[in-house]
T-cell receptor, first 111, second 111 residues
Framework: DGGITQSPKYLFRKEGQNVTLSCEQNLNHDAMYWYRQDPGQGLRLIYYSQIVNDFQKGDIAEGYSVSREKKESFPLTVTSAQKNPTAFYLC??????????FGQGTRLTVV | SQQGEEDPQALSIQEGENATMNCSYKTSINNLQWYRQNSGRGLVHLILIRSNEREKHSGRLRVTLDTSKKSSSLLITASRAADTASYFCATAPSGTYKYIFGTGTRLKVLA
C-alpha cells in the first residue's frame, strides 16, 4: 500500500533532550513538509523540501532541524532550543504543487 | 505570516443544511486547496482549484475562487453528521512550494 508513515504516534521528551520524528513515504513524491499544530489551531509550516538534499525554512523553523538524504525520508529533529515543543506534528508529501498526502501525526509531549 | 484565513472560526448547523466557509489569502497563487481534519488525525485532501478556474464541484462540495479578491469559498451541501470536522484552505505563493494553511473552520453538524 502506498502512503506516508509517521512514527512514533506518541513521543515524550524530557527537558533539554533532542528528539527525532520519523516521516517516510513510498509515493515517489518529490516534495515533503513538516507542520506543527497546537490545540484548536491551524497548521504552521516548520520546514519543506522540494527535492533530495535541499530544504527551506518555513515560518517557525527555530529550534528544529531536518535532513533530506533520501527521497522517501524527511526526519524532523526537535532540539533543546525549541522552548515549547509540546504539539501535534504532521508530515506531508506531494508531487509538485498538487494535493498533499498527510501522515497520521506524532503527538509530542514534554515531561 | 499566515497566508490563509478562514471564517467563520466555528459553524454549527443541522443535518441536511448547507455549510459555507470562506478563505482569504495574501499573494498570487497557482492553486488553492481545501482539506478536512477529523479530531486528532491527519488531514485529508478534498479539492484543488487552479488559479484559472472560478468554480469546481466534487460530489457535495462546491468551491469557488476569486483571484481578484484573493478569496475562496467551500460549500458543503446537504450536510451529514459525518461532515463534522475542521476544514482548512492551503495556498502557496506562485512558483513556491511554501504551502501555508489557514486557521480553519470547525464545523459541527447536529443530527
Amino acid at each position: 500500500d502506498g502512503g506516508i508513515t509517521q512514527s512514533p504516534k506518541y513521543l515524550f521528551r524530557k527537558e533539554g533532550q533532542n528528539v527525532t520524528l520519523s516521516c517516510e513515504q513510498n509515493l515517489n513524491h518529490d516534495a515533503m513538509y513538516w507542520y506543527r499544530q497546537d490545540p484548536g489551531q491551524g497548521l504552521r509550516l516548520i520546514y519543506y523540501s522540494q527535492i533530495v538534499n535541499d530544504f527551506q525554512k518555513g515560518d517557525i523553523a527555530e529550534g528544529y532541524s531536518v535532513s533530506r538524504e533520501k527521497k522517501e525520508s524527511f526526519p524532523l529533529t526537535v532540539t533543546s532550543a525549541q522552548k515549547n515543543p509540546t504539539a501535534f506534528y504532521l508530515c506531508a508529501s506531494s508531487i509538485g504543487q498538487d494535493e498533499a498526502f498527510f501522515g497520521q501525526g506524532t503527538r509530542l509531549t514534554v515531561v | 505570516s499566515q497566508q490563509g484565513e478562514e471564517d467563520p472560526q466555528a459553524l454549527s448547523i443541522q443535518e441536511g443544511e448547507n455549510a459555507t466557509m470562506n478563505c482569504s489569502y495574501k499573494t498570487s497563487i497557482n492553486n488553492l486547496q481545501w482539506y478536512r481534519q477529523n479530531s486528532g488525525r491527519g488531514l485529508v485532501h478534498l479539492i484543488l482549484i487552479r488559479s484559472n478556474e472560478r468554480e469546481k464541484h466534487s460530489g457535495r462540495l462546491r468551491v469557488t475562487l476569486d483571484t481578484s479578491k484573493k478569496s475562496s469559498s467551500l460549500l458543503i451541501t446537504a450536510s451529514r453528521a459525518a461532515d463534522t470536522a475542521s476544514y482548512f484552505c492551503a495556498t502557496a505563493p506562485s512558483g513556491t512550494y511554501k504551502y501555508i494553511f489557514g486557521t480553519g473552520t470547525r464545523l459541527k453538524v447536529l443530527a
